[in-house]
Every structure is written in structure tokens, then in C-alpha cells.
């Protein structure tokens, strides 16, 4: 089980809440935010992302993960035009944020 920052998700069961509310999660969203959640606080580029959310090591779209992220940031009530849950590091990757302040 993960909690950060109100968000919980529970990979065995395959559940998300913010808060108290549950989110549904598509499958591939579920496990995007898996994939971020488990590393909350560090930088995750986009072709780990690839690798492990779409198990392929080359681009079917280069939108796929800007697309699955504004629903996923829309669904845990995260403002696209000011995340403050999932920020984009450019040129490097997602970061789920701690909620923490970060150095550097």
C-alpha cells in the first residue's frame, strides 16, 4: 500500500482513493501511477515509463503518456495547468511528488 500526499493505492487489490473518495482507474492508469507512486520523489523518464506501464521499449505515440497523465491528473483532482502531484521534469521524466520541499 502506498500513501502520498492523500493519495492512497493498494496494487494488490488494484484500488486508488484521494482522500476518502475511491478513483477509478483504468488499467494502464492504475499503472502509471503505480509506476510513479512506488518512486514518489524521484524523476521517472518516460521510456521506463514505456517499458514498464506499455511493456515496449519503442514509442507507439509520443502523446500516450501526456494523454493517460491529464486523465489521471484530472481523476486524483490535480490541476494540469499547476500540478502539484505529478509535475513534469523536461527533458528528464514525471515525478510523483512528496509533498516534501526538494533541494536543488
Given at each position: 500500500m502506498f500513501?502520498?500526499?492523500g493519495v492512497r493505492l493498494d496494487p494488490e487489490?488494484?484500488?486508488a482513493w484521494r482522500g476518502t473518495e475511491e478513483v477509478a482507474l483504468s488499467r494502464k492508469e492504475f499503472d502509471l501511477v503505480h509506476a510513479l507512486i512506488a518512486r514518489a520523489?524521484?524523476?521517472?523518464?518516460r521510456d521506463e515509463?514505456?517499458?514498464?506501464?506499455?511493456n515496449?521499449?519503442?514509442w507507439t505515440s509520443s502523446?500516450?503518456?501526456?494523454?493517460?497523465?491529464?486523465?489521471?491528473?484530472?481523476k486524483l483532482?490535480?490541476?494540469?495547468?499547476?500540478?502539484h502531484l505529478i509535475t513534469t521534469i523536461r527533458g528528464r521524466g514525471l515525478r510523483f511528488e512528496t509533498g516534501e520541499p526538494t533541494s536543488g
Open positions: 500513501d502520498v500526499q487489490s488494484r484500488r520523489g524521484e524523476v521517472v523518464s515509463l514505456m517499458r514498464e506501464v506499455w515496449t521499449s519503442f502523446k500516450t503518456i501526456d494523454v493517460h497523465l491529464g486523465w489521471v491528473r484530472r483532482g490535480d490541476n494540469p495547468q499547476d500540478p
